[in-house]
């Protein structure tokens, strides 16, 4: 029997032993599919916007998830060793490394916005069709006509991959080569931050590192999600080991502000940032002091990247035209389609979309605020406790990292557009701070189920079952809230 609170046991040999060699039997499988239908140069124009329809292809696809998926679950409380998550991990990654883009086709507009500022036009204010780059073809169409949305350090990288790649598959794999690059920082981050927060170093970086939406997305996909989350990880790594101090503080700000400029999803995280930049207790005066220095050093990377580029603040405009896509895989975006199929059946036209996403946005604010605001109160009751120092020190890391984490989750249920990927954002944070797993867990399961190999999303093609099964879930998950908080105690939601 395991004591409640602790660690779980490790697995037996024989579960991990046959947990490594069906998932690294799933990678190869769909490295395979890859090379057969997978996001190949040009093909969306060969097949003018419709799915790979080879069922062989979609078959292996299917296969090769489910064994991935399912190594990965069957050992989420935590891997024999951390070594061994690691080793597995990256024995993993290695077919996906070598196979075709998978999931999606945004590593070409990737490649085009950087051809576009390297040949001298602005990607914050004309689309990669308008701008001549001549992959346009492996471009998903309905980005062609579209600004960049990313920050311009990203597009300084993509700029370079094209120069340095001399054509578009030298560009691919040089952009692969850096998702892969911020992947591996990530993972060297995992263990001081997972160990800061008091969190088996074995299960973080299983959960963190072997979800196959990691290898398929961030290492086969190439999506510039793997940059961020290297920034950001290590960032947070240097305020925890190093908070209070002026100059760490500036470091820490800089790779923060980085990740802000590659997509300013980042910014969620701050807040909880400067909560890891207090040394000591927890005053508003001592927040103020630390977090001005963290402020700066954000402010500073910001600033010389957008000087550095030449680009200004351009790129804050393209986040607008990010929520183009519409999927009922959003909760809001599901919410607003039952709505507008209410309308429908009374003969009205309410156009609820756009309305339910400006609702969802305010609900964020208010959940990083309310979450925010939780850590903080939590510190602080810490003040005034015997030996206060040392558990200040125990939760200072604990609270800013989990708080972070659900304001990514946050981030990811309320925002306009929902991609598998996306899940990549909280998981990077949660496995390190949060004490259950299977509530974030689960739904990077099944978003590993919800593209083919050529980035076709297999959820507009049940469209309105789908939204309303999302909107069902939604005032589900709303009534269970309300009554947990009816409860004298609730349980906490990690």
Known sequence: MTAPGSPPPPPTP???????????????????????????????AARGGRPADEPWTVALWLVGTGLMVGAWWALRRGAPSTRWAYLTAGLWALPLLVTAPLGSRDVYSYACQGWAYAHGADPYATGVAEAGCPWVESVAPIWRDTPAPYGPFFVLLAALAVTAGGGLVGAVALLRLVAAAGVLLAAGCLVGLSRAAGVPTRRAAWLALACPLVGVHLVAGAHNDAVMLGLLTLGLLVLVRRPGKPRPLLVA???????????????????????????????????????????????????????????????????????DSEQWTSPPTAVGFVIDYAGGLVGREPGAVPATRAVALLLLAVAVAALWWRAWSALRRLNDVRQRVARLEAARPREALLGAGLALAATV?????????????????????????????????????????????????????????MTALVVGLAVWALLGRRRPHAAHPD
């Open 413 to 469: 249920a309320l925002a306009p557009v929902f991609h598998p990927w996306y899940a990549t954002w909280p998981l990077a944070l949660l496995a390190v701070a949060a004490t259950r797993t299977a509530w974030f867990a689960a739904p990077c399961a099944a978003a590993a189920f919800l593209a083919l190999p050529d980035g076709t999303n297999l959820a507009r093609f049940v469209k309105a079952p789908g939204a309303l099964a």
């Open 14 to 44: 024989g579960d991990a032993r046959l947990a490594r060699y069906a998932g690294l039997a799933g990678a190869v499988l769909l490295a395979v599919a890859g090379w057969l239908g997978g996001a190949l140069p040009g093909a969306a």
């Open 253 to 323: 700000g800089a790779l923060l502000g980085l990740a802000v400029t590659v997509k300013a999803t980042a910014l969620v995280v701050l807040p909880f940032a400067a909560l890891a930049a207090v040394l000591g207790r927890y005053t508003v005066r001592a927040l103020l002091r630390d977090a001005g220095w963290l402020a700066a050093g954000v402010l500073g990377a910001v600033a010389g990247t957008s000087l550095l580029s030449g680009l200004g603040l351009g790129w804050v405009g393209g986040l607008v035209r990010s929520g």
